[in-house]
């Protein structure tokens, strides 16, 4: 290779670094970090690592045999790192409720006792003569698991190693889910219905009328997400301002309920995402030849069925795109229905700001992440799928 070459090379290489580097800090490092936290698991073996040796051939039907209890004893003694520590007994916690006070008092007596290795664990706390202490510890002590993404469908693991439905009471995520993908969709829907008639008004005009309408469609993206919520939880209100046109117009007689709902939540997010659905449109029709419309006409085509079978296949890569642009940053909501919605309104979102924040449980934050990528990623294979396809709707 040429002195000249290798020059050139690096320089593309040099043009293009920065991109690549922004890509690694702001998309590549995320998503790993995310995909690691949901199926890594090693608090509890980062403070217990003989325990993990020793557990390794107890096959967890009974109480484990005297090695597992000095091996414990031992970890327990010899656990500095009060961090980590109180890492794994949160973990542990989180699988049977009473681990916090019965490591506390196993770990002081473990540090007291001149011999670890022979440890009464049953006269510290009475709840070591329990099975169920001992396979919590022997679950948890693998590093890598998928209890966060089975926990994050309602999912489990019983004793044998099977995977089972959780009870009733503790299944939430997938109603959650379901709710998220129908606001979702209907978001959509609603965009779709308002954003293609305005992208073909838009079109269609000419001079300060598009100029006026496409600046209707940008302003809302130049102001921030929190203001427009903030808006329409004041106009949605029942003494808002939509409530008391409609009252003094004689429309209505009472307040609609139009806030704190599911009605508040799908209006509030259309006029949020509106914007990403007309533009894709738009950007399609604009560069279809003007006659088309006059020439099926000419044809013996009416109005309808012009536009079925003339404009709307036109149109449709443009309004596949804004279906998937909406949807995808529809299922990614949080503020939006936080303030405009009710307690059954709520999204997934709000539950992982609940784990990631209220609970610090990292991995059930990074479960449901990973299972909103994955329905992400299955919408966009599906989009490239069909967008390669020759038969189009009204063809």
Not at 68 to 82: F, M, N, P, S, Y
Not at 214 to 241: C, D, K, M, N, Y
Not at 259 to 288: C, D, K, Q
Request: charged residues 15%.
């Amino acid at each position: 290779m040429s002195r000249a070459s290798v020059r050139d090379r690096s320089r593309a290489f040099a043009l293009v670094a920065p991109l690549v580097l922004f890509l690694a800090l702001f998309f590549v490092w995320p998503l790993w970090t995310m995909v690691t936290a949901s199926v890594v698991d090693d608090a509890v073996t980062k403070v217990l690592p003989r325990t993990a040796v020793a557990m390794a051939d107890w096959d967890g039907s009974d109480l484990p045999p005297p090695a597992v209890h000095g091996a414990l004893a031992e970890d327990l003694r010899t656990a500095q790192d009060q961090q980590a520590l109180g890492e794994a007994v949160r973990r542990l916690n989180s699988a049977v409720s009473g681990f916090r006070t019965l490591l506390t008092r196993t770990v002081t007596a473990a540090r007291e006792a001149p011999d670890p290795a022979a440890l009464d664990f049953a006269a510290v706390d009475p709840r070591w003569n329990e099975p169920r202490f001992w396979r919590a510890i022997k679950e948890a002590v693998p590093p890598y698991t998928d209890r966060n993404l089975l926990a994050a469908l309602d999912l489990r693991r019983d004793a044998g190693g099977s995977i089972v439905a959780e009870e009733p009471g503790a299944a939430a995520n997938r109603i959650i889910m379901l709710r998220t993908f129908v606001i979702a969709g209907s978001v959509t829907l609603a965009c779709a219905a308002i954003g293609l008639p305005y992208a073909m008004l838009a079109a269609a005009a000419g001079g300060v009328m598009r100029a006026l309408l496409l600046l209707a469609v940008l302003v809302p993206l130049w102001t921030s997400l929190l203001v427009r919520t903030a808006a329409w939880f004041i106009l949605l209100q029942q003494e808002g301002l939509i409530n008391r046109t409609l009252g003094s117009l004689g429309i209505i007689d009472a307040p609609l309920p139009l806030i704190f709902n599911r009605l508040g939540v799908i209006i509030a997010m259309t006029h949020v995402l509106l914007p990403f659905m007309v533009l894709p449109i738009y950007s399609v029709l604009i560069a279809v030849p003007r006659n088309l419309m006059p020439a099926a006409a000419s044809l013996g085509a009416g109005p309808i069925r012009a536009f079925w079978r003339v404009l709307l296949p036109l149109a449709m890569p443009g309004l596949m795109s804004g279906c998937l642009l909406v949807f995808m940053v529809a299922i990614g909501y949080y503020i939006t229905p936080a303030l405009v919605g009710g307690a059954n309104d709520q999204m997934i979102s709000s539950v992982i700001a609940f784990y990631a924040l209220g609970t610090a449980n990292w991995g059930m934050a990074g479960a449901l992440g990973l299972i909103l990528l994955a329905v992400t990623l299955l919408l966009y294979l599906v989009y490239g799928r069909l967008s390669r396809s020759p038969q189009l709707p009204g063809a």
